[in-house]
Each structure stands twice: as C-alpha cells, then as structure tokens.
C-alpha cells in the first residue's frame, strides 16, 4: 500500500516526468553493404549440415586441399535466384582450384535441386536443416557468400556478389 502512495506521487509530479522521442523509422535507409551480417567471423564454425542423400555432414570435412567458396541462399529469395549464375560462371572458371558448395536453408532437396541446376549450378549443394551452421555465422540476410581458407580461416563474407565479385574475391 505504502508502495502504491509513493508511486503515485512520483507519476503525478509533473518535474519527473520524461520527454521521449521516437526516431521514425522510415527517416532511415540502408545501404546494401549494412546489410551484410556479421562479419566478425574468423574460423568456419563447426556444425553439421546434410547432403541430398541426408547423410551427416561435418563443416570440418569440407577442409582440406582447397579454400571454400560457401554460399547460403533458398529459391524464394530473388537476390540468390540472381546469383547462382554467376556462381556457375565463376565455378566453371575456378572450379578445379576452389571448391564452391551450396547452403541451402529452407528448400526440399527436390527444389533445392531443380532451382540450382535451371540456373547452371553443377557444385555440391547441402542442406542446414537445423539452422546449425546458418545461426553459427549470425544470419540474418540472405544470400551470404563465405571465402574460406584451406584451413578454415575466414577471409571475407559478403552479401549479393555478382561473377566480378567471386573473381576479386577468389
């Protein structure tokens, strides 16, 4: 009770009172290079993704001779459906140096599948399932490309890349 009173006298003081200002959102724009996430990453994080048979497959076994090329996208998203061309473009030129994957998040393994070889992409596409290795990197937009080292180091991460990108990159 006693609580209650004193509480009531603060809200009622006109002195205490706080002037707050929203900022309006809509007063804000980004720009695309804000959008790419987290780029703090350092090592391939350790997760475990599935091939298109479902089998268990570890981000550690996709190491080894050569540096990565990892690109997360699904089919609803019109920026990856835009760039899957390019990296079958950019596959056919590094391809035998680099080893380009796929990290699809949402898509059956039929669509995933289908939507990536209509665009021309013959590379090994997975399956995150759980989110593991998507929640692991920070996602939050969509597509993502990682540029990993032979040994697992993280070079870049970046947003929508086009063929131009991948070769700087590369």
Known sequence: LIGGYVWSQTVADDDAAVDAVLEDSQDRSME?????????????????????????????????DQPLVVNFWFSSCPPCAAELPEFAIAHDEFGDDVRFIGVNTIDSVPVMERFSEERGVTYEQFRDDLAELTDAIEATNFPIT?????????????????????????
Do not use: H
């Open 32 to 64: 695309p290079d804000e959008l790419i996430p987290n780029e703090e990453v350092d090592l391939l994080p350790e997760a475990v993704i599935s091939d298109r048979d479902g089998n268990d497959v570890t981000t550690a076994s996709l190491l080894g």
């Open 146 to 170: 990682l540029f990993v080292t032979s040994d697992g180091t993280v070079v870049e991460q970046a947003g929508v890349v086009d063929a131009d990108d991948l070769r700087d990159a590369i």
